[in-house]
């Protein structure tokens, strides 16, 4: 059975940082895109960064220049620096995985929660 478990989130300071992880058991995602999106408080759930089986990133607007996600292929687990954060980063992240080869989300965590108060 495949899990995703999210680790790191909590309660930061407007301007702190805070690095999430997300570790993958039940299967390797060696050749997968594994990401992260979040829902904030009433909002829609939205992409904020992935990293691709080939080491390709991509951002979010909102992430690009703060956030940086990174992974350990020995530990299958992927992370998300998040600095310089903003209130309106507070919400839900979720981490994610794709089926080989695609960055179509399929496998998903139960997500962790950070507040980033002004």
């Known amino acids: 059975q495949v899990q995703l478990e999210e680790s790191g989130g909590g309660l930061v300071q407007a301007g702190g940082s805070l690095r999430l992880s997300c570790a993958a058991s039940?299967?390797?995602?060696?050749?997968?895109?594994m990401g992260w999106f979040r829902q904030g408080p009433g909002k829609e759930r939205e992409f904020v960064g992935e990293?691709?089986?080939?080491?390709?990133?991509y951002y979010a607007d909102s992430a690009k220049g703060r956030f940086t996600v990174s992974r350990d292929g020995a530990k299958n687990t992927v992370y998300l620096q998040m600095n310089s954060l903003k209130p309106e980063d507070t919400a839900v992240y979720y981490c994610?995985?794709?089926?080989?080869?695609?960055?179509?989300?399929?496998?998903w965590g139960q997500g962790t929660q950070v507040t980033v108060s002004s």
């Open positions: 994610a995985a794709s089926v080989s080869y695609s960055r179509t989300y399929t496998f």
């Open positions: 039940g299967r390797t995602f060696s050749n997968s895109a």
């Open positions: 990293m691709t089986w080939s080491g390709f990133t």
